[in-house]
């Protein structure tokens, strides 16, 4: 199992390194991606475009498809729900939320440009989680259930808000606002790359070094107490280090949904469902599905470009409904 495991994270690892230069040399301004090492070191024709469009794009689509899909792993894991996702804790549409009020209520004030967008979505995500665990606090412990069904409530409030603020906007703000809302990454900057790589890299080591007690979680919140896991300080450490992945990702690249579905699902199919491996490999197959989503969707109506939400979105909810339907046929011949 060791090896098998091993093999699935050396064959992810190379198949994103080789769609990441794909990726890169395929637009408008095609570039052989077994040219692009040697374009680099000597800076010849094509370097403008690849170190100040394409590598800030893709790099940005591999980091948001990583914390994403790791944040969705640790939230089946920590639930024992395998159709958990960061948006159940409304996170995205927290994020969403801030976003829409930013765009619609202060929008004009250029000086913070898409900066200010980007920070609204980092607030609006917080505030929800923050809400969402207070409300599922009795006593001083966090029962996971009554979270769950917090963030429902807290995502459905959010969507509200954005429908509100939607019917508010003005043409412009309107086209802004749908825009981000299904997500893209044409915003892609080094800058941008530095604050994801940063802020998602510390809430994927949160998620990775809790992987252990995530293990013996499946077993239970009761038993996992019993063989020795402190399971509050264990779900506060991980809704942190959800919440601090998912919220950079969001305030990135906008509302790009189903990939922390997709990728743990297929990867306790054909992987394991030990987190450990888990998480690391989620972290490599989100960034794989991220960039290759964008590079279907700038390509396949070039020269104009699909939101990349949309693109997720076609492959998670098939996925979701096969995934519905496979369960309740083990449910009704268990």
């Known amino acids: 199992m060791q090896g098998r495991r091993q093999s699935i994270l050396w064959m992810l ?74 948006g159940l804790l409304g996170i995205n ?56 069904l917090a963030g429902i409530a ?29 997500g893209g990454l044409g915003g892609g900057t080094w800058w941008t790359i530095l604050t994801v790589a940063l802020f998602g890299g510390l809430g994927i080591f949160l998620q990775l070094r809790l992987a252990q007690p995530l293990n013996l979680m499946t077993f239970g919140e009761a038993d996992a107490y019993h063989m020795g896991v402190n399971t509050e300080s264990l779900k506060r450490q991980m809704i942190l280090g959800v919440t601090l992945s998912v919220a950079v ?12 579905l997709v990728v743990p699902h297929l990867l306790r199919m054909f992987g394991s469902a030990e987190h450990r491996f888990l998480i690391r490999a989620s972290a490599l197959g989100g960034a794989l599905l991220v960039v290759l989503s964008d590079l279907f969707a700038r390509t396949i109506v070039a020269p104009a470009e699909l939101p990349v939400g949309i693109v997720t979105a076609l492959i998670g909810a098939p996925f979701l409904t096969w995934l519905l339907m496979r369960n309740k046929r083990k449910v009704l011949y268990a």
Do not use: C
């Open 13 to 86: 690892s190379g198949l994103l390194f080789v769609t990441l230069f794909v990726a890169a040399g395929t637009g408008a301004y095609s570039i052989p991606f077994w040219k692009i090492p040697s374009i680099l070191w000597t800076k010849s024709e094509g370097y403008t475009v690849l170190m100040y469009i394409r590598f800030p794009r893709v790099l940005l689509g591999a980091l948001v498809g990583a914390v994403l899909a790791v944040s969705g792993t640790s939230l089946q894991g920590l639930f024992r729900n395998p159709l958990a996702d960061p």
């Open 93 to 148: 549409a927290g994020a969403g939320m801030g976003a829409a009020m930013w765009i619609v209520f202060a929008g004009h004030i250029s000086l913070f440009g898409m900066w200010g967008v980007s920070a609204a979505a980092f607030a609006g995500a917080w505030l929800v989680t923050w809400m969402a665990w207070r409300l599922s606090q009795v006593d001083g412990r966090v029962l996971v259930a009554t979270l769950l």
């Open 154 to 182: 807290l995502n459905s409030f959010a969507g509200a808000g954005i429908g509100l603020l939607t019917f508010l906007a003005d043409d412009q703000q309107l086209r802004s606002l749908t825009f981000w809302m299904l």
């Open 249 to 260: 990702g969001v305030a990135a690249a906008g509302g790009i949904g189903f990939v922390g």
